[in-house]
């Protein structure tokens, strides 16, 4: 059976949204699938881990940094802000033998919103060597959200493709 591990950077609960949805659909494909925030994920991933999904919303064209993570948090609940995916990808090794997929969050999508999840395809090549194999954007109404209407449906047949892939390989 295809392991999966979802790891999702979220503030207003839209990304964290999508990566259930992602999840679900993961298991309608026959994968095992676990969904967690950047600020508990792993500092070692299995090795027999067969795909890791990654996510975060875009802010400012990209992934969050420092700055826009500490904005983000102000408006959620008080506090340091948490490590992000960006960090996390730096320090944590992934196994050769696991697939990476990137998705985000976005307002609008297009090349002039940008797309944290192409950042993190990139991250991916520069700290790990690797290509992705799926990068997707789903939309908010707004930087708080709501998701647009059926992106959650989109997420989840996002995830079906993705077992699909990984099963046939």
Not at 68 to 90: D, M, N, V, Y
Not at 93 to 102: E, G, R
Not at 107 to 129: C, D, E, P, T, V
Not at 152 to 159: I, K, N, Q, V
Request: glycine share 10%.
């Amino acid at each position: 059976m295809t392991r999966a591990l979802i790891i999702v950077e979220s503030y207003f609960g839209n990304t964290r949204a999508i990566a259930e949805a992602v999840a679900a659909g993961l298991l309608d494909g026959g994968a095992e699938a676990q969904v967690v925030d950047v600020s508990q994920a792993p500092s070692t991933l299995p090795a027999d881990l067969d795909l890791l999904v990654l996510g975060a919303p875009t802010h400012n064209r990209g992934m969050p940094t420092s700055a826009t993570r500490a904005k983000a948090c102000e408006q959620t609940e008080p506090g340091e802000a948490p490590h992000g995916i960006g960090g996390w990808l730096e320090t944590t090794a992934i196994p050769a033998s696991t697939d990476a997929a990137a998705f985000d969050t976005v307002i609008s999508k297009g090349w002039l919103s940008g797309s944290a999840a192409k950042a993190i395809a990139k991250a991916l090549r520069r700290h790990q060597g690797r290509e992705t194999t799926s990068v997707r954007s789903f939309v908010v109404t707004a930087s708080k959200g709501p998701l647009a209407g059926g992106e959650e449906t989109d997420a989840r047949s996002w995830g079906r493709e993705l077992a699909d892939s990984a099963n046939n390989r």
